[in-house]
């Protein structure tokens, strides 16, 4: 999911979708967390969209990892299926 759509769910005050990586369901809870707060005054407006932009970029690198892991994790899994005893030698050190 964008951010933009999880920024409009969660202004909306809608369940998370159970589908939301780990990644976008801290984002997700953060933004619910700021809107209930400016709601409840605690920000300003020009405060909640610092803290929505800097959580914007959090997703960003937050995604870049969740990708970089899920590639790794794809790896590894190959290797394992390799017959190739130089290839076992390796993955069974990790």
């Known amino acids: 999911m964008e951010f933009e759509e999880m920024n ?3 202004y909306r005050r809608e ?3 159970d589908d939301l990586t780990p ?4 984002i997700y809870m953060a933004l619910c967390l700021l809107y209930e707060l400016h709601f409840a005054g605690h920000y ?6 610092a803290l929505k932009r ?3 970029q959090d997703f960003i690198q937050y995604r870049k990892q969740e990708t ?3 590639r790794y994790q794809t790896a590894m899994k190959l ?3 390799c017959d ?3 290839v076992q030698g390796i993955v069974s050190e990790r």
């Open 15 to 17: 369940a998370p979708p």
């Open 54 to 56: 800097r959580l914007e």
């Open 8 to 10: 409009q769910r969660a």
């Open 23 to 26: 990644a976008e369901r801290m």
């Open 68 to 70: 970089e892991w899920i």
């Open 44 to 49: 300003t407006r020009e405060e909640g969209v």
């Open 79 to 81: 290797l394992r299926r």
């Open 84 to 86: 190739l005893p130089i």
